[in-house]
């Protein structure tokens, strides 16, 4: 007759495998939600921007088919943000008025 702990082992694997499997199910379906959360918000600092960029370079990173879905809405509001913070440079009276001149432009 087989001792208690044997015959009992591969149900506790199993446990402990599902156990595992529905906590690392959660912890991805986290960090999708996240990924999608950080991918529809356009960020309007520099900082937002490259962080965005980061994200970005991860997807390629993950995917063998490129960014795949999260990266095209991902590449969609990184230029929405580079469209807004150019948008407000250019409203900003000191950066507006020295754009005419060579020596504004000079370096770019």
């Known amino acids: 007759m087989p001792s208690p702990t044997i015959s009992r082992r591969p ?4 446990d402990d495998e599902e156990i595992f499997d529905r906590r690392l ?12 959360r950080i991918v529809r918000t356009v960020a309007t600092s520099t900082h937002g921007l490259l962080a965005q960029l980061r994200l970005l370079a991860a997807f390629y990173e993950e995917s063998a088919n490129g960014a795949g879905r999260r990266g095209s809405l991902l590449i969609q509001a990184i230029a929405e943000g580079v ?3 150019e948008a407000r440079r250019s409203r900003s009276p ?12 000079a370096g770019r």
């Open 83 to 85: 469209t807004q913070l």
């Open 25 to 36: 199910d959660e912890t991805q379906r986290r960090i999708r939600r996240l990924d999608e």
């Open 11 to 14: 149900s506790v694997d199993r």
């Open 94 to 105: 000191t950066i507006s008025t020295g754009l005419g001149t060579s020596a504004g432009t």
